[in-house]
């Protein structure tokens, strides 16, 4: 079955600090990533996908995302952290033909100054 | 910068009661979705709609639900008779092609 698993419910990181957020994925095919970001109050931003190609790929905001087959990971990372990145992060998977999105649970990020 | 618009963000009504849920997608986009996220649970997939008939529907979207795009701008939900399990938060979400999806603000729902 397709599936997304966000290990971490919720991460607190001090202002300028790394993060990683983690996402593991199941899914029978090649599959296209996400990861969302929402803000309270917010609907889902996109911070950046992985369709095929350099496994690394770069989003908006300073985000960059690793996929790595064989683990079956996509995880999320920034060299430092602003305030303004405490938010709600969605890994999701997508199927290829229809678009459907499968998401993870979501990470809520804490930003401590 | 083109966006997906949602009404109302919120939505109260009272069990039994149908509710129509409105989404304008991004003007050049042919692929529309609606999501749900129940309080403190995941965003779940409830329907794809392309060429003007649903592509995909999930079993969440039963009988009750029903989308429709009435013009050329608009896609709407309708929940006939609206249970309290449907109180979420609801998700417009639209594409150009089958693969990225932007996403509306969400409408909230809460059924008395």
């Known amino acids: 079955a397709q599936s997304v698993t966000q290990p971490d419910i919720h991460i607190t990181v001090s202002e300028g600090a790394s993060l990683e957020l983690r996402c593991n994925y199941s899914y029978g095919a090649t599959p296209y990533l996400f990861w969302y970001v929402q803000s309270p109050g917010q609907g889902l931003q996109l911070l950046l996908k992985y369709f095929s190609g350099d496994t690394l790929v770069q989003g908006i905001k300073g985000f960059e995302a690793e996929f790595k087959r064989s683990q079956s990971s996509f995880n999320l990372r920034k060299p430092s952290v602003h305030w303004s990145d405490a938010a709600e992060y969605f890994c999701?998977?997508?199927?290829?033909?229809?678009?459907?999105?499968?998401f993870g649970q979501g990470t809520t990020l804490q930003v401590k100054p | 910068e083109p966006e997906v618009t949602q009404t109302p963000s919120h939505q109260v009504t009272q069990m039994g009661q149908e509710v129509i849920l409105r989404c304008v997608p991004i003007s050049n986009h042919l692929y529309f979705y609606w999501y749900r996220q129940i309080l403190g649970q995941k965003v779940e997939f409830l329907v794809s709609f392309y060429n003007n008939e649903i592509s995909e529907k999930s079993e969440i979207f039963d009988d009750q639900f029903s989308v429709e795009r009435p013009d050329g701008s608009n896609f709407t939900l309708k929940i006939r008779s609206t249970k309290l399990e449907d109180s979420a938060m609801y998700f417009c979400?639209?594409?150009?092609?089958?693969?990225?999806?932007?996403f509306g603000p969400g409408t909230r729902l809460t059924v008395l």
């Open positions: 999701a998977v997508g199927a290829q033909d229809t678009g459907k999105l499968i």
């Open positions: 979400a639209s594409s150009e092609t089958s693969d990225t999806q932007y």
